[in-house]
T-cell receptor, first 117, second 109 residues
Framework: ETGVTQTPRHLVMGMTNKKSLKCEQH?????MYWYKQSAKKPLELMFV???????ENNSVPSRFSPECPNSSHLFLHLHTLQPEDSALYLC????????????????FGEGSRLTVL | GIQVEQSPPDLILQEGANSTLRCNFS?????LQWFHQNPWGQLINLFY???GTKQNGRLSATTVATERYSLLYISSSQTTDSGVYFC???????????FGTGTRLQVFP
């Protein structure tokens, strides 16, 4: 079983649909992240959860809504998306060391490729 | 904010060749990581290397934090090395990783 698992791997949705992306980590880490990767752009950090509390919301539109029910699970709820939201969404986890404000070593899932029609 | 620049942007090699990828960053960092994104999109952690040199098989990395750069060496490249290589830095006083734009490597038999 891989360390970080994402489902679904592929998702096609209309602009009026509501769907969710799921991420699960089996590494015992205390922080989880959502990243967005669009064509020809650097990876963009969307959300950070540390000890199940959201610590970063990187100016992400409200049509993306994260949820972290426990330290092993992270969701990204999607509603009324736009075609420009089509991208690869990557989940990651790490063990954050608070004494040094270090993100720790990040481990990524395989990603969920989203297409918005 | 911090700038992370990678070079070259694209690299084409024949199997067996060696290569060096570079990552420059504009400010002090807590840590630096190298990732390989395979053709299926998955990001694989290669090195966690805030400073010094590490080796893992045909790959090695060196980070000179005082001069704000890191190098990734790939020796005897194989077609499976193809993909995009990213460096990512964790600036001081933040809890987020900033990614460079990547180096796209294609290795041909």
């Amino acid at each position: 079983e891989t360390g970080v698992t994402q489902t679904p791997r592929h998702l096609v949705m209309g602009m009026t649909n509501k769907k969710s992306l799921k991420c699960e980590q089996h590494l015992g880490h205390n922080a989880m992240y959502w990243y967005k990767q669009s064509a020809k752009k650097p990876l963009e950090l969307m959300f950070v959860y540390s000890l199940e509390e959201r610590v970063e919301n990187n100016s992400v539109p409200s049509r993306f809504s994260p949820e972290c029910p426990n330290s092993s699970h992270l969701f990204l709820h999607l509603h009324t998306l736009q075609p420009e939201d089509s991208a690869l969404y990557l989940c990651a986890s790490s063990q954050v060391f608070f004494s040094g404000s270090d993100t720790g070593e990040l481990f990524f899932g395989e990603g969920s490729r989203l297409t918005v029609l | 904010g911090i700038q992370v620049e990678q070079s070259p942007p694209d690299l084409i090699l024949q199997e067996g060749a060696n290569s060096t990828l570079r990552c420059n960053f504009s400010d002090s960092v807590n840590n630096l990581q190298w990732f390989h994104q395979n053709p299926w999109g998955q990001l694989i952690n290669l090195f966690y290397i805030p400073s010094g040199t590490k080796q893992n098989g045909r790959l090695s990395a060196t980070t000179v934090a005082t001069e704000r750069y890191s190098l990734l060496y790939i020796s005897s490249s194989q077609t499976t090395d193809s993909g995009v290589y990213f460096c990512a830095v964790d600036p001081w006083n933040t809890d987020k990783l900033i990614f460079g734009t990547g180096t796209r490597l294609q290795v041909f038999p």
